[in-house]
Nanobody
Framework: QVQLVESGGGLVQAGGSLRLSCTAS????????RGWYRQAPGKERELVAT???????NYADSVKGRFTISRDNAKNTVYLQMNSLKPEDTGVYYC????????????WGQGTQVTVSS
């Protein structure tokens, strides 16, 4: 089992910045994908950004140039630096971890609220 603990959400004005962190504990995968997804009220959960163990990064078009994902494998932590925040970035942000042992496993954090006021 894996536990994901997120931190860093909050309320910020449009144009501001926040940094999310997510630390994993428990089972450790030598190769894994870490990432962030978000869900706005009344909408489906959507990808924000992912990063593989090898450093390959993928961003949603809506956050390119504003958000930066990074990971510290020694700390089992993934970060999401969010700059130039917009009201449409508001939602619950979920940390994600996917990795394979005998089979592919996926884990989610409990979610952290990000609210951007206009």
């Amino acid at each position: 089992q894996v536990q994901l603990v997120e931190s860093g959400g909050g309320l910020v004005q449009a144009g501001g910045s926040l940094r999310l962190s997510c630390t994993a504990s428990g089972r450790i995968f030598s190769i894994s994908t870490r990432g962030w997804y978000r869900q706005a009220p009344g909408k489906e959960r959507e990808l924000v950004a992912t990063i593989t163990s090898g450093g390959r990064i993928n961003y949603a078009d809506s956050v390119k140039g504003r958000f930066t994902i990074s990971r510290d494998n020694a700390k089992n932590t993934v970060y999401l630096q969010m700059n130039s925040l917009k009201p449409e970035d508001t939602g619950v942000y979920y940390c994600y971890l996917g990795g394979r042992l005998l089979s592919y496993e996926e884990y989610w954090g409990q979610g952290t609220q990000v609210t951007v006021s206009s």
